[in-house]
């Protein structure tokens, strides 16, 4: 259970998520006048907060007892090496990238995508949402979307534009995955690419935060969900944070239960993220936001920058991929290859 089921006021559940106790623990450690200062309430409050804390806690523990293998309980390295294996990707529709990226996106990891304005992060955001629900037989996972947009700039015209596309290249993805399909007619519809991507729209931190605290419900209930994207995750993160081990805390608790969301439900997370300026060794060079903390939130990491007038992206970090660079194209029907020769690589 998390804060959004104590039984108390939703000014008071709304103050302990800007406050950043999102989850019963974060409250537990707390001491009642900690929690008071914290959420502005007095002391009496704080500690009726403390007490239904504990009994919900216990009342969660009770519940989860016939789970507890599951919480406790472990399996080898080599179920974990086989698992790897069959660890399925959703593509991005460039080969290139796709082969650097070990054949997509991977289920069950948090990828984080960041560059400068203009590179093409919304248009790779959109590419998998709707990438993710090819079907199975054409080498695709056949699942849905959820879309968090904290910026507004989702295009339901572009998700329009790029559905039609691949539904028009759908056979050359069996060709791409090497799967042994006879060409038929695809049974698809751009409208049912449209009505199986969930979006939220969100206006605040607390409100991205209260979501991603709520999408355990949400895909329980729907379970055919395959890739959650968060457009981006920096946007309400960059602004009106005097305290910064507050905002520390709270991205670290928000990557947590995305970790647990991608591991429990078999899917894929993609945070994408801006640029901030950092002063390094006397110069002031280009960094992905949010800071050095943040760089180990994710599993992988993949910076996209300008070379010349081509975009390429580079995997910075990631226990799996070794660091390589791909050139893409956005282009009128998605995500592409790049038909630029060029070879130099500069990095941002």
């Known amino acids: 259970m998390e804060v959004g089921m104590l039984p108390i006021s939703a ?6 998520l800007a406050a950043g106790y999102t989850s019963l623990r974060s409250i537990s450690r707390a001491s009642a006048s900690q929690l008071a200062t914290d959420i502005e309430v007095s002391e009496d409050e704080a500690c009726e907060i403390l007490k239904y804390a504990s009994q919900t806690s216990a009342l969660d523990r009770s519940i989860g007892n016939s789970n507890t293998s599951n919480l406790y309980g472990g399996q080898t390295a080599w179920t974990m090496l086989n698992e790897e294996k069959f660890n399925t990707r959703i593509t991005t529709s460039c080969v290139d990238l796709d082969n650097i990226l070990g054949g997509g ?3 069950k990891e948090v990828t984080e995508l960041g560059g ?9 955001g959109i590419q998998l949402a709707v990438n993710v629900q090819i079907p199975l037989e054409y080498g695709g996972l056949g699942g849905k979307a959820i ?49 199986n991507i969930f979006y939220f729209r969100v206006c605040s931190y607390t409100e991205q935060i209260a979501l991603v ?12 969900v395959k890739i959650i994207i968060i457009d981006s995750v920096t946007f309400h993160f960059r602004q009106d944070f005097d305290d910064m081990a507050l ?12 970790m647990k969301l991608a591991r429990k439900f078999c899917l894929a997370v993609v945070l994408l993220n801006q640029v901030t300026t950092k002063y390094i060794e006397g110069s002031y060079q ?13 599993t992988n990491r993949i910076i996209l920058f300008w070379n010349g007038d081509e975009r390429h992206a580079y995997i910075d970090k990631s226990p799996s991929l070794k ?25 941002v």
């Open 105 to 107: 996106i991977t289920c």
């Open 247 to 258: 905002r520390t805390r709270l991205l670290n608790e928000m990557a947590l239960k995305l």
């Open 323 to 347: 660091s390589a660079s791909a050139a893409y194209s956005v282009t009128t029907r998605g995500i592409r290859n790049s038909n630029s020769s060029c070879k130099r690589i500069k990095m």
């Open 147 to 195: 879309y968090i947009d904290t910026e507004g700039s989702f295009m339901v015209e572009r998700v329009l534009q790029i559905a039609e596309a691949c539904i028009e290249d759908m056979p050359e993805y069996s060709h791409h995955f090497h799967n042994n399909v006879q060409d038929c007619e695809v049974k698809m519809h751009p409208n049912s690419i449209l009505e």
């Open 116 to 124: 400068v304005p203009g590179i093409g992060k919304t248009q790779i």
């Open 213 to 224: 605290n709520y999408l355990d419900k949400f895909i329980e209930e729907h379970k055919d």
């Open 286 to 298: 280009l960094t992905l936001a949010l800071g050095d903390s943040w760089s180990h939130s994710c």
């Open 11 to 16: 000014s008071k559940r709304g103050k302990l």
